[in-house]
């Protein structure tokens, strides 16, 4: 089920890729800027309050807006749904907050099953994968999203863990690439801007790609015990 998902998300990516891509550019060019903004300062000088500012406004604004606007678009896509791409850039601050905590929930309990010997995070992410889906393409509250996430999961546990596994081995490979084409400079004051943008920008790319493709169609596919032939 996972390949066939992994499979028939690339196949949208595709059909519907360059569209998808046009409307969230905005977004995906204003992270990798912000991001800039804080690289500026060398490791030496430490973390700095623009440092932390530039990570607030990524992490808790800019990244969840995407998160729910990529979600809501490649949806739509499939499904042959024709919005306006500013009724995407509306609709989501709606979800925005719901969405922030959800996130805060995830990363928390993720984050302490690596901690605990790795495992356990992975068991953890496995369960939580659909949390996202549930709250903004059915308005699911947060308890409710967490709770139909847990229960859905388990219908194919095995399954969900390989997919959460897919998408975190995908985005630290990406990093990990990316960060080390940077690797000739001494100080991160070296790196210029526009690698900066450029990378931040691919890097959240990635990640929100296999958010509304790969693991969308595996959502779909768990939740109707199908995944529609829409290609």
């Given at each position: 089920?996972?390949l066939?998902?992994?499979?028939?998300?690339f196949?949208?990516?595709?059909?519907?890729?360059?569209?998808?891509?046009?409307?969230?550019?905005?977004?995906?060019?204003?992270?990798?800027?912000v991001?800039?903004?804080?690289?500026?300062?060398?490791?030496?000088d430490?973390?700095s309050?623009?440092?932390?500012?530039?990570?607030?406004?990524?992490?808790f604004?800019?990244?969840?807006l995407?998160?729910i606007?990529s979600?809501?678009?490649?949806n739509?896509?499939?499904?042959?749904?024709?919005?306006d791409v500013l009724?995407?850039y509306f609709?989501?601050?709606?979800f925005?907050l719901?969405?922030?905590?959800l996130s805060?929930i995830?990363?928390l309990?993720i984050?302490?099953?690596?901690?605990?010997?790795?495992v356990p995070?992975?068991?953890?992410a496995?369960?939580?994968i659909?949390v996202?889906?549930?709250?903004i393409l059915?308005?699911r509250?947060i308890?409710?999203?967490?709770?139909?996430?847990?229960?859905?999961?388990?219908?194919?546990?095995?399954?969900?863990?390989?997919?959460?596994?897919?998408?975190?081995?995908?985005?630290?490979?990406?990093?990990?690439?990316l960060?080390?084409?940077?690797?000739?400079y001494?100080?991160?004051s070296q790196?210029?801007?526009?690698y900066?943008?450029?990378?931040?920008?691919?890097?959240?790319y990635?990640?929100?790609?296999?958010?509304?493709?790969?693991?969308?169609?595996?959502y779909?596919?768990l939740?109707?015990?199908?995944?529609?032939?829409?290609?």
């Amino acid at each position: 089920m996972t390949l066939q998902a992994i499979s028939k998300g690339f196949e949208y990516y595709k059909k519907f890729g360059l569209s998808f891509t046009i409307k969230i550019f905005p977004l995906i060019f204003l992270f990798g800027f912000v991001a800039s903004i804080g690289s500026s300062s060398s490791i030496s000088d430490g973390i700095s309050n623009l440092d932390i500012l530039v990570l607030l406004i990524n992490n808790f604004l800019i990244s969840p807006l995407l998160t729910i606007i990529s979600i809501f678009i490649a949806n739509d896509l499939i499904e042959k749904n024709n919005r306006d791409v500013l009724v995407y850039y509306f609709i989501s601050w709606q979800f925005l907050l719901k969405v922030l905590i959800l996130s805060l929930i995830s990363t928390l309990f993720i984050g302490v099953g690596l901690i605990l010997f790795i495992v356990p995070g992975i068991l953890i992410a496995g369960l939580l994968i659909f949390v996202n889906y549930f709250a903004i393409l059915e308005n699911r509250s947060i308890f409710e999203s967490l709770n139909l996430s847990w229960e859905r999961s388990k219908l194919d546990f095995f399954q969900c863990i390989l997919m959460a596994a897919f998408f975190w081995f995908i985005t630290i490979l990406t990093i990990t690439i990316l960060s080390s084409l940077s690797v000739n400079y001494e100080e991160f004051s070296q790196i210029s801007q526009t690698y900066t943008i450029i990378s931040s920008s691919l890097a959240i790319y990635i990640q929100v790609c296999l958010i509304s493709f790969p693991i969308l169609a595996f959502y779909k596919n768990l939740s109707s015990n199908k995944i529609e032939d829409s290609i």
